[in-house]
């Protein structure tokens, strides 16, 4: 099965809401309406509601309760608004996933968008977008679930990582021809979703694979690392020994090793978003 074969079936794709895709295509347009992300969410209730618990959580700790979308689009302004509505209406996409541990694997995806957003900041790059594509970076493995189980499962019995690291990307090419990684490009690009974000789906998987290396790609990559050693819950010694040094030399970020020991913990980072990858 090709990539492209994978795409065409139905029971792979999830349908997003009609505003996430119009967000996303728009990412690049700075004159986008607030008034306007307020009209497109009133079409689709659920969502909103959804937005609005978050804007509401300890996470943004606003001084009032936030009670319209127009209220939230003021209070936590339009580049985290519109990270709410995309990170949570395509989490929200994928449901009753065979053969994966949904909970486990958007408790890593959160840990790594939380992550990603804290080290952009730190190295004064667009958390708000480091945040979206750390939530959505490995969402080809869904895909992959979704549309060939059969084969993930074979491969599960291998004892494949069930993280997306190096490990995982060599088993799944040797036995499919293509990763996760290529599934998330490829299925950004089938969304209409900007090149540069379908890159940084794409690419953040193995930065140092493509020149020149982007700086946004090295730090949702070290992001996932992070993620994937509090899952694995490594030890001190095993986490120096592990981190990706080479990516972020590469990035220019030689002291991110620093940033990273001395950021808060995953849970904290992310206290009050745990209703962004519920159903």
Do not use: C
């Not at 979308?69 to 209406?89: C, Q």
């Not at 939380?114 to 594509?133: H, I, N, P, S």
């Not at 995982?168 to 089938?190: C, M, P």
């Not at 992070?226 to 030399?249: I, K, M, N, Y």
């Amino acid at each position: 099965m090709t990539i492209d074969e994978l795409l065409q079936q139905g029971r792979a794709l999830p349908s997003i809401p009609k505003v996430v895709q119009e967000l996303i295509q728009g990412l690049s347009k700075d004159d986008v309406l607030t008034g306007e992300i307020a009209r497109q969410l009133a079409t689709d209730q659920v969502l909103s509601a959804k937005v609005l618990r978050l804007a509401n959580s300890a996470y943004y700790n606003v001084s009032r309760t936030v009670g319209t979308v127009d209220e939230a689009l003021k209070l936590l302004g339009f580049l985290t608004v519109r990270t709410l509505v995309m990170s949570t209406g395509i989490a929200g996409s994928f449901k009753d996933m065979p053969g994966i541990d949904l909970k486990q694997f958007w408790r890593y995806s959160l840990h790594t968008a939380v992550a990603a957003k804290y080290l952009a900041r730190t190295a004064q790059l667009d958390g708000e977008l480091a945040f979206t594509v750390g939530l959505i970076h490995a969402i080809g493995r869904l895909v992959m679930h979704a549309g060939m189980p059969a084969e993930m499962a074979a491969l599960a019995l291998r004892s494949v990582s069930p993280f997306p690291d190096p490990s995982r990307i060599e088993a799944e090419r040797e036995a499919f021809g293509f990763s996760f990684a290529d599934v998330g490009g490829a299925l950004a690009r089938h969304w209409n979703f900007p090149e540069d974000f379908a890159a940084a789906i794409e690419r953040s998987a193995e930065p140092l694979a493509h020149e020149p290396v982007d700086a946004l790609h090295g730090i949702v990559h070290v992001a996932a690392w992070v993620s994937r050693a509090e899952e694995a819950q490594l030890d001190q010694a095993q986490r120096a020994q592990d981190f990706p040094q080479a990516v972020a030399d590469k990035i220019s970020l030689p002291t991110l090793r620093d940033t990273v020991a001395t950021m808060p913990p995953l849970a904290e980072l992310s206290a009050g978003l745990e209703d962004m990858i519920r159903s």
